[in-house]
């Protein structure tokens, strides 16, 4: 079955400890995108590629990082600079053909205490 | 910078009714717009994608429009069921840009 991953479902961390969410997708799309969801809030992006080793920077970048060592994979890492990182993390791809249509992962829900 | 809203953010209907949800957007030279249903906890699902050279796009009891000159489009669904509870959000693309700006999203309660 073709689709994206994301893992874990459920993740929760310490205060001041980084961590990573991973996302792969099996569609061989060449872009892949982040977004975090709050609630009453629509979706904001954070970080996308469109191509292998290259990323830009979404609307809230700070406090995140991203890497595109595989077409497959673009993992996030939340950092201990992300001020408000308790959220819902979701992941998508799409074609770089004329519709450029997105598919989203399940989501990884990421509490901070 | 494109924005978009949805109106109204929750609504509620009986079984088996016809509705219409809306969305509007400020920017005109869009490259495309998405509609998603999202489940509670769970990721976004594409329903229907209409590119900006279309008026409308359909698939089953869904029907999308897009009226660029006005900046709105709207999500029909047809003979409502209890199944189709859900949050839709609209997504659309600004000028130059393939990437998405999302409303808030409408809350569907379909009653039986």
């Known amino acids: 079955d073709g689709g994206i991953t994301q893992s874990p479902k459920y993740l929760f961390r310490k205060e001041g400890q980084n961590v990573t969410l991973s996302c792969e997708q099996n569609l061989n799309h060449d872009a892949m995108y982040w977004y975090r969801q709050d609630p009453g809030q629509g979706l904001r992006l954070i970080y996308y590629?469109?191509?292998?080793?290259?990323?830009q920077k979404g609307d809230i970048a700070e406090g995140y990082s991203v890497s595109r060592e595989k077409k497959e994979s673009f993992p996030l890492t939340v950092t201990s600079a992300q001020k408000n990182p308790t959220a819902f993390y979701l992941c998508?791809?799409?074609?770089?053909?004329?519709?450029?249509?997105?598919?989203f992962g399940p989501g990884t829900r990421l509490t901070v205490t | 910078k494109q924005e978009v809203t949805q109106i109204p953010a929750a609504l509620s209907v009986p079984e088996g009714e016809n509705l219409v949800l809306n969305c509007s957007f400020t920017?005109?030279?869009?490259?495309?717009l998405q509609w998603f249903r999202q489940d509670p906890g769970k990721g976004l699902t594409s329903l229907l994608l209409?590119?900006?050279?279309?008026r409308e796009q359909t698939s089953g009891r869904l029907n999308a429009s897009l009226d660029k000159s006005s900046g709105r489009s709207t999500l029909y669904i047809a003979a409502s069921q209890p199944g189709d509870s859900a949050t839709y959000l609209c997504a659309a693309s600004g000028a130059g840009s393939y990437q998405l700006t999302f409303g808030k999203g409408t809350k569907l309660s379909v009653i039986p």
């Open positions: 209409i590119q900006s050279s279309q």
């Open positions: 920017d005109s030279a869009i490259y495309n």
């Open positions: 590629s469109q191509i292998v080793n290259d990323f």
């Open positions: 998508a791809s799409s074609p770089q053909d004329i519709s450029y249509e997105q598919y």
